[in-house]
C-alpha cells in the first residue's frame, strides 16, 4: 500500500509563489504526477514527472511557471508553482502511477494523496 501526503498549500496574492511537496510511503520509483480540482469542475492534469526526473510533462497554461521535480532519496516529489493567478485557485492532489514513465492521464494513476488548497487571491 503507498500512502500519498500532500503539503504546502495556503493563501498567497497574485503573482507570488508556493512549493507543493508530496512524500510517498515506501519505495516510489515510479512515475509521480499533479492534478488539481477546482469547485465544480473535473479534476485536471497540471504536470507529470518520470520515475528518474529526467522526462516531465505539464499542461499548457502552466508550462513556464510551474517546475515538477523528485527526490528519490527522499521519496518525494515537489511542484514549484511561480506567478500565480486567481484561476490556479484548486485543491491540489499528489498521484502515483504503478509505470515509470508520464502520463498526463488521471486514470492511469493507481494512488492519490487527500490533497492541498491553493488560493490565489486578486
Known amino acids: 500500500q503507498v500512502q500519498l501526503v500532500e503539503s504546502g498549500g495556503g493563501l498567497v496574492q497574485a503573482g507570488g509563489s508556493l512549493r507543493l511537496s508530496c512524500a510517498a510511503s515506501?519505495?516510489?520509483?515510479?512515475?509521480m504526477g499533479w492534478f488539481r480540482q477546482a469547485p465544480g469542475k473535473e479534476r485536471d492534469f497540471v504536470a507529470t514527472i518520470n520515475w528518474s526526473g529526467g522526462s516531465t510533462a505539464y499542461a499548457e497554461s502552466e508550462k513556464g511557471r510551474f517546475t515538477i521535480s523528485r527526490d528519490n532519496t527522499k521519496n518525494t516529489v515537489y511542484l514549484q508553482m511561480n506567478s500565480l493567478k486567481p484561476e490556479d485557485t484548486a485543491r491540489y492532489y499528489c498521484?502515483?502511477?504503478?509505470?515509470?514513465?508520464?502520463?498526463?492521464?488521471?486514470?492511469?494513476?493507481?494512488?492519490w494523496g487527500q490533497g492541498t488548497q491553493v488560493t490565489v487571491s486578486s
Open positions: 498521484a502515483r502511477r504503478k509505470n515509470i514513465q508520464t502520463s498526463t492521464t488521471a486514470s492511469e494513476y493507481d494512488y
Open positions: 515506501g519505495r516510489a520509483l515510479s512515475a
